[in-house]
């Protein structure tokens, strides 16, 4: 009880002055039962102190039971008889007060008792502090004389009392019958058994004693309580007869004479699911008649039963480790005790685990079936029972995963009947074990050749234990190579396998930089996967899985390719020809530097070269070019000319090569062009062989201008006498769609017109077929004029180009023979070519 805040009487206080205490006191709702009662009592200051105080109460209290009984059952007028009083004090404490007062028949006076010094009436008795025992009153009275007929008289007794402080208790009141002559039959009910079971199939005997003269019928009504029904009876061993009823049995029975002892059986059997230390209370009432039919005080017998079983409880599973690592072996005690009445005859525990766990062992014999453990004990007494075993964690168990083991417990009474199952409290296990992640970045990668990369690893152990190996592994693919990294792992490098080892890593990343660099010889737009794995164990050496994280590098470089043409395959010593040296970036960066190298042979002398870049050196050239872009291209035209004592018939090759770097500086390539080679001939007329030299570093373009089958002018090119272009005219090539083509006409022009002349001052060039096109060259006085004809030789065009030049001349002369560039000077000559040369035909040429 809680009593909180109540309002309390003061009682006292200190007389003196200030007082230092006072004294308050409260009551307590309704009266309390016996025992011990624990009093705390806090009293709360304005202040806020507190003060604390206890105390034990022991609360007493009498409790009584009345039974009257007489010394004989019949008697006759003038006989003496005593009641026998018994007022027993079962309770805990000492009655205050006792009183006793009898009302007696009227066919008796009173005589004496055994305490007439607590006779406070004629039949009242009052006592003090009556103890906690049994206590006995005798009342004697005197049977009086000439009664008139009757069967029994009837007295009847109460009982008051009061508790130590003087409460009142409550009050009890019992009966006495005696019969006046005639049958006097008492009746006694005995269970065979004092303790039964559950199912429990058992008799129990009706005693019938006559002291008395003969009785005529006799009637016993059997109530079994809840829990016992009625099975069969003997009492048709006595000539009754039984009549069987929902809650018992009826039994008749005739004649019994006086001084007559009599028994019968009743066999009843228990129900299922009787609890352990129910009491299970039969009653048995008898009324009988004397022979003239008159009814005698009744009698009624009881007779109880217990029922017993064995009782367990208890049931506990205990678990020696709460946190595990995978592969450690948990021990298991199981414990149960049996607190009932008797020994359990089977007992059987059923233990269901996490199939993660394995039975290793058990102090007893078990069976193990999946996640089952299973074991059966016989008699098991009234005592506490235990069962080791030993179960482990499964190598693979995840971390932090809770392995759970619970179970039930069965067992049965003396008579082997099932008894409610019992169950074990669930207990878990945690696991705790390494788990591991592994990152790589970035995970795609660009690197140029010849650089180097970091890479950022990360393996990470985020479970909640301890990893007892780690390794990290990888196989660098053939473009990458080791350069450094920070790992505080032992690290071991054997050609391209790189491995890290850890010990004893507890959770938490482990992150450090890995340089890798390309190799210079690595192709562009090549790629490759660095495989990283992650193998690790727990503390107990079992594997754990694998990992793999594969960041992909994309490589990335310049790629120079190398073409050389050259202008004739074969010329007389002494001949002039060139070849056409292009170097291409078909890579995806820059090149920062180019070196484009020609090994001349000692059968050719440089005569001249065009480049954007200078070139060193004599025998070997050497032209540097600073940062190529991807798509950019280098072209050089070189002009050599062949010794005049070469022999004929001598080959003489020519390749050229290439060396770059990337975009950082470093030199990563080398490349090298086909070889081309011209083979030295006997020389003839030096005209045709101009010509031809011309003509066949004109044949990669002249491929472009055949266009028509019917004889025309296809290019037109005006020329000073040093070789400088003045102006060029075409049918079909556009100066920014077909650059390279006009470039390569115009250095063939160019070195033809300088050969040429050079070797016949003073004569006119005619012309040359070549398949189906013709060069043609007229030479003036200032300039030159160059045409390209498809389609044969058109009718008077030597006339036509000599007037042409004339006019040009006359009208430009000055312009030309000083010319500076300067093409405003001469934009009548524009249309004077156009005019005369190409809209002639009805299929206008292209303006430039």
Do not use: C
């Amino acid at each position: 009880m809680v009593v909180t805040f109540a309002p309390m009487t003061s009682i006292a206080t200190d007389p003196s002055s200030p007082s230092a205490w006072k004294q308050f006191q409260s009551s307590y709702g309704p009266q309390l039962t016996p025992g011990t009662y624990h009093v705390e009592v806090v009293s709360f200051e304005k202040n806020g102190a507190k003060s604390f105080i206890a105390a034990d109460a022991v609360v007493r209290s009498p409790a009584f039971t009345l039974q009257v009984s007489p010394t004989q059952w019949s008697v006759l007028g003038g006989d003496i008889l005593f009641y026998q009083v018994w007022y027993n004090n079962s309770g805990s404490g000492t009655a205050g007060h006792v009183w006793i007062n009898a009302t007696l028949a009227s066919e008796v006076t009173f005589v004496t008792s055994s305490a007439e010094g607590s006779r406070t009436g004629p039949t009242n008795w009052t006592y003090v502090n009556t103890s906690v025992g049994s206590h006995l009153l005798l009342i004697e009275v005197r049977v009086r004389s000439g009664i008139p007929p009757e069967t029994f008289f009837r007295s009847l007794v109460a009982l008051y009392w009061t508790d130590e402080k003087e409460y009142a208790g409550q009050p009890l009141s019992a009966t006495a019958d005696v019969a006046l002559g005639g049958p006097v039959v008492s009746i006694v009910l005995v269970p065979a058994l004092a303790t039964i079971h559950q199912r429990q199939a058992f008799v129990m005997t009706v005693n019938l004693t006559n002291s008395g003269d003969s009785a005529g019928t006799l009637w016993v009504n059997v109530s079994l309580p809840s829990g016992l029904s009625y099975v069969s009876d003997s009492s048709g061993s006595l000539n009754g007869t039984s009549t069987p009823t929902p809650g018992g049995v009826n039994v008749q029975l005739a004649a019994m004479p006086g001084a007559a002892s009599w028994s019968f059986d009743i066999g009843v059997r228990s129900s299922a699911g009787l609890l352990r230390g129910t009491q299970l209370n039969t009653t048995a009432n008898l009324a009988y008649a004397n022979t003239h039919g008159g009814l005698m005080p009744t009698r009624s017998a009881s007779g109880s039963v217990v029922v017993i079983a064995p009782l367990i409880v208890n049931g506990t599973i205990r678990l020696g480790l709460t946190i595990a690592v995978p592969g450690d072996v948990v021990p298991m005690t199981v414990e149960f005790e049996n607190v009932g009445d008797e020994a359990a005859p089977n007992v059987w525990v059923n233990l269901t685990v996490d199939p993660r766990y394995a039975f290793v062992s058990a102090s007893m014999a078990v069976t193990v079936q999946g996640g089952a453990i299973r074991f059966r004990m016989s008699s098991v007494g009234r005592v506490q029972t235990r069962v080791f075993l030993n179960v482990s964690v499964a190598p693979a168990a995840p971390d932090a995963a809770v392995l759970g083991i619970m179970g039930t417990i069965d067992y049965t009474d003396g008579l082997d009947s099932p008894l409610p199952r019992g169950q074990f409290a669930p207990v878990n296990v945690t696991v705790t074990a390494p788990r591991f992640t592994l990152d790589a970045s970035p995970a795609l990668a660009t690197m140029e050749a010849g650089t180097s990369a970091v890479f950022t690893v990360t393996p990470a152990n985020e479970g909640t234990g301890i990893a007892g190996d780690v390794w990290l592994n990888t196989t660098l693919p053939s473009d990458l190579e080791y350069v450094s990294d920070t790992s505080d792992g032992q690290r071991m490098v054997l050609g391209s396998d790189l491995v890290w080892h850890w010990q004893s890593l507890g959770p938490g990343p482990r992150p450090f930089t890995l340089v890798l660099s390309a190799r210079s010889t690595t192709a562009d737009q090549s790629s490759a996967d660095v495989r990283l794995q992650v193998q690790y164990t727990d503390t107990n050496g079992n594997r754990r899985a694998d990992l793999v994280a594969t960041p992909r590098v994309t490589f990335v470089a310049p790629m120079i390719q190398l073409t050389l043409l050259v202008s004739q395959e074969s010329a007389p010593a002494g001949t002039t020809f060139f070849y056409t040296l292009r170097a291409r970036n078909s890579g995806t960066t820059t090149a920062r530097t180019l070196w484009l190298l020609d090994s001349l042979s000692a059968q050719l002398s440089l005569f001249s070269y065009t480049s954007s870049v200078p070139a060193t050196g004599s025998s070997t050239l050497n032209w540097t070019f600073r940062s190529l872009r991807p798509g950019e291209e280098q072209a050089i035209t070189l002009f050599v000319r062949i010794a005049q004592d070469a022999s004929p018939g001598t080959a003489i090759p020519n390749e050229i090569e290439a060396v770059f770097t990337n975009s950082e500086g470093t030199v990563i390539g080398y490349s090298q062009s086909l070889a081309v080679t011209v083979t030295v001939v006997e020389p003839q007329s030096p005209l045709p062989y101009i010509i031809g030299a011309v003509v066949a570093g004109l044949a990669p373009v002249l491929f472009f201008v055949y266009r028509w089958s019917r004889s025309r002018i296809e290019q037109v090119f005006l020329v000073t006498k040093d070789g400088i272009l003045i102006d060029h005219f075409s049918r079909s090539l556009v100066k920014d769609q077909d650059g390279d083509v006009l470039s390569a006409m115009l250095t063939a022009v160019q070195q033809f017109v300088k050969d040429a002349f050079r070797l016949g001052q003073n004569r006119a060039l005619e012309e040359m077929k070549f398949g189906d096109f013709l060069f043609l060259v007229e030479r003036g006085q200032f300039v030159y004029l160059a045409v390209v004809t498809a389609g044969g030789k058109p009718p008077g065009i030597a006339r036509k180009l000599r007037r042409v030049l004339n006019e040009l001349e006359a009208a430009y002369g000055p312009v030309f023979q000083t010319w500076n560039g300067e093409m405003e000077h001469v934009l009548g000559a524009k249309d004077l070519i156009r005019r005369r040369l190409l809209w002639e035909r009805r299929s206008p040429a292209k303006p430039e």
